[in-house]
């Protein structure tokens, strides 16, 4: 699932090519990808200028000003296997997997595409924006907020640490891959309580996790399968892991075999003897 890196990354090439833009076409092949009524998406999309493009957690949202009902978002989240990339619409027919279609003014097209289905696509006002539960409970930003304030507000709780982590609650935007790679830069097993962790440790592995996803912003977020930016590129911080898929693999730091174990049920790729509980 792309996380925050990789949304990022996508988020930043939308901007820099969609502002100013009117959509003026929408097909919807896979109307189920919508989290509203077809026909609702359409009249809210059809003459809606592009403000901007932002990240919010995993989520992609536009703003726009539409013609229908003013300021609206336009939110997408990818999930698992979904792209939103932005083209010249004489350069890319028509693909097997394309849920939402968008014709823009100067002939280019943006289009979400989704090949195991489970992402989806809505325009919002700002207010049902505001009230949607899933985006209401997003926690703090990791990049914007301070590692202290984070640490602080994990220092007390009784989950284990990687649950913590990939919790949207608690922090927001970080999954999988980013976790097991700040808790092995911060020497911690991905199963301790967070409370049984020294603050000053917590505040450490806060540390990694923000370089860990300026790192991975910087080199175009992480393409295992699906991944590509807004321009259809690959991202390249794969190739800087050092534990997240290598089960069975000599652990860089001392040699050991890294192996593996579910946590709040995510797979989790670490080594057992450079990660302990921090003390």
Same mark, same amino acid.
């Given at each position: 699932?792309?996380?925050?890196?990789e949304v990022?990354?996508?988020?930043?090439?939308?901007?820099r090519?969609?502002p100013g833009?009117?959509v003026?076409r929408?097909?919807?092949p896979w109307?189920t990808?919508?989290?509203q009524?077809?026909?609702?998406f359409?009249?809210r999309?059809?003459?809606a200028r592009?403000?901007?493009?932002? @990240?919010?957690a995993k =989520? +992609? %949202?536009a703003?726009l000003?539409?013609?229908?009902? !003013?300021?609206?978002?336009?939110?997408?989240?990818?999930?698992?296997?979904?792209?939103l990339?932005?083209?010249c619409g004489?350069?890319r027919?028509?693909?097997k997997h394309?849920?939402v279609?968008?014709?823009?003014d100067d002939?280019s097209?943006?289009?979400?595409?989704?090949?195991r289905?489970?992402?989806y696509?809505?325009a919002l006002?700002?207010?049902?924006?505001?009230?949607?539960?899933?985006?209401?409970s997003?926690g703090?930003?990791p990049?914007?907020?301070?590692?202290?304030a984070?640490?602080?507000?994990?220092a007390s709780?009784k989950? @284990?640490?990687?649950? =913590? +982590? %990939?919790?949207?609650?608690?922090?927001?935007g970080? !999954?999988?891959?980013y976790?097991?790679e700040s808790l092995?830069r911060?020497?911690l097993g991905?199963?301790?309580?967070?409370?049984?962790v020294?603050?000053?440790k917590?505040?450490?592995l806060?540390?990694h996790?923000q370089?860990?996803?300026?790192?991975?912003?910087a080199e175009?977020?992480?393409?295992?399968?699906?991944?590509?930016n807004a321009d259809?590129?690959?991202?390249?911080?794969?190739?800087s892991?050092?534990?997240?898929g290598?089960?069975?693999q000599?652990c860089?730091?001392c040699?050991?075999c890294?192996t593996?174990?579910?946590?709040?049920?995510?797979?989790?790729?670490?080594?057992?003897?450079?990660?302990?509980?921090?003390?």
């Amino acid at each position: 699932m792309p996380e925050l890196p990789e949304v990022e990354v996508i988020a930043r090439g939308l901007n820099r090519s969609l502002p100013g833009r009117t959509v003026e076409r929408v097909e919807v092949p896979w109307p189920t990808s919508l989290r509203q009524p077809e026909d609702e998406f359409r009249r809210r999309m059809l003459g809606a200028r592009v403000l901007g493009v932002r @990240r919010r957690a995993k =989520l +992609l %949202l536009a703003d726009l000003e539409s013609p229908d009902v !003013g300021p609206l978002l336009l939110g997408v989240h990818l999930k698992m296997t979904g792209r939103l990339v932005h083209e010249c619409g004489c350069e890319r027919p028509g693909a097997k997997h394309d849920r939402v279609i968008m014709t823009l003014d100067d002939g280019s097209v943006l289009t979400f595409a989704d090949v195991r289905r489970f992402g989806y696509i809505v325009a919002l006002t700002p207010d049902e924006l505001n009230r949607w539960p899933f985006y209401a409970s997003l926690g703090p930003e990791p990049l914007e907020s301070s590692a202290d304030a984070l640490a602080r507000a994990v220092a007390s709780r009784k989950a @284990r640490i990687k649950a =913590l +982590l %990939l919790d949207q609650t608690v922090v927001a935007g970080c !999954g999988n891959i980013y976790a097991d790679e700040s808790l092995f830069r911060a020497g911690l097993g991905p199963a301790v309580r967070a409370c049984d962790v020294p603050e000053a440790k917590l505040v450490e592995l806060f540390r990694h996790l923000q370089d860990v996803l300026a790192q991975a912003i910087a080199e175009n977020g992480s393409s295992i399968r699906d991944y590509v930016n807004a321009d259809g590129d690959a991202g390249a911080f794969q190739n800087s892991f050092n534990v997240y898929g290598k089960k069975g693999q000599p652990c860089p730091r001392c040699g050991g075999c890294l192996t593996c174990s579910t946590v709040a049920g995510r797979t989790s790729t670490y080594c057992p003897d450079c990660q302990k509980n921090g003390r």
